[in-house]
């Protein structure tokens, strides 16, 4: 494959659980969200996003929501790693299956 026939990748993005312990919550439409998920993207530019997903406190379903991710070292940290994470595991891919 030469660069002029590369693939265009247009997104790259993970799936990072929150440990308990950094959890939090936060209020949408008068309903009350314990945020348990991180979707980090890696923009073009090199950067990282991230949205935060949960459920309700009050329990059933709700709607898939996202909320903005706190300025909090702690999940800047967890973000990080996961990206880390996340690197090495494409790196060491083993192909299709």
């Known amino acids: ?6 693939p265009t990748v247009s997104a790259l993005a993970i799936n990072v659980n929150i440990p308990d312990d950094l959890r ?3 209020t ?4 009350e969200f314990t945020l348990t998920t991180l979707n980090v993207r ?4 090199g950067r990282l ?3 935060a997903y949960g459920r309700p406190t ?11 991710v706190p300025d909090r070292p702690e999940l800047a940290s967890l973000v ?4 880390q994470q996340a ?3 494409w790196t060491a891919h083993r192909g299709l299956t």
């Open 28 to 31: 949408r439409r008068g309903e």
């Open 58 to 68: 009050a329990g059933g379903r709700g709607t898939y929501v996202s909320f903005p």
């Open 24 to 26: 939090w919550t936060d």
């Open 42 to 45: 890696l923009l073009p530019d």
């Open 80 to 83: 990080a790693a996961a990206a």
């Open 49 to 51: 996003a991230a949205k």
């Open 1 to 6: 494959m030469t660069s002029d026939d590369a």
């Open 87 to 89: 690197g090495a595991l």
